[in-house]
């Protein structure tokens, strides 16, 4: 079936410029998680979202930053006044509750690369 | 709270050499214990998992042993390839959230 898929894969905008990073999870999946990866760092947890619970935002770097799930499925993640320490690969995940190991499993979707010039 | 600690790299090693990845948690309750593996200009994915105390996972000729008794969930395989340099991460899931290790790059030459 069909995996997490992110749009766009790449994107190059300009120092303060506001870009939209979107994410389509699995159907049927109720978690989504956003992390940013700097080039050669491991994986900095930004925002996750549980059906239709309140987003947990802990992992946000600043107030430029923001995102939303609507209708439970589509997310998108807004960068605000890009900086160029902003420059990273930014992923998304969705994830599933396995009653036959009574556990949850990531899916990660391919991130989108995000260069500020 | 929940952490997970991996060893750092980056790990080098020769083809067909014996490879151990070490990851150590520290958690409330029963977390499931899981190795992610990122391929060069790839995203993350799922590698093996482990949902309770002495189990194995296993996959790709890679196994870890969930160890309760001393809180670790080691990577090993018996013969790597060229093919297996990757970043690997160790994670945990304690409920719905998952916390991840910073990853261990590892590089296998010819």
């Known amino acids: 079936g069909a995996g997490v898929s992110q749009s766009p894969s790449n994107k190059v905008t300009e120092k303060g410029k506001d870009v939209e990073l979107r994410c389509d999870p699995i159907?049927?999946?109720?978690?989504l998680y956003w992390y940013r990866q700097s080039l050669g760092q491991g994986l900095e947890f930004l925002i996750y979202f549980q059906g239709n619970s309140a987003p947990d935002k802990s992992g946000l770097p600043s107030d430029r930053f923001s995102a939303e799930r609507t209708g439970g499925s589509v997310s998108t993640l807004t960068i605000q006044r890009t900086q160029q320490e902003d420059s990273a690969v930014y992923l998304c995940?969705?994830?599933?509750?396995?009653?036959?190991?009574?556990?949850?499993?990531?899916?990660f979707g391919p991130g989108t690369r995000l260069t500020v010039t | 709270g929940d952490s997970v600690t991996q060893m750092e790299g980056p790990v080098t090693l020769s083809e067909e050499a014996f490879l151990t990845i070490n990851c150590t948690y520290t958690?409330?309750?029963?977390?499931?214990l899981f190795w992610y593996v990122q391929y060069p200009g790839e995203g993350l994915q799922l590698l093996l998992k482990a949902t309770k105390a002495d189990d194995k996972g296993s996959n790709k000729g890679f196994e870890a042993t969930y160890r309760k008794e001393t809180t670790s969930f080691h990577l090993e395989k018996g013969s790597v390839q060229v093919s297996d340099s990757a970043v690997y991460f160790c994670a945990l899931s304690n409920g719905d959230k998952i916390i991840f290790g910073k990853g261990t790059r590892l590089h296998i030459l010819p």
């Open positions: 159907s049927g999946h109720t978690a």
């Open positions: 995940a969705s994830s599933y509750y396995s009653r036959r190991d009574s556990s949850y499993e990531q899916y």
């Open positions: 958690a409330t309750g029963y977390p499931s």
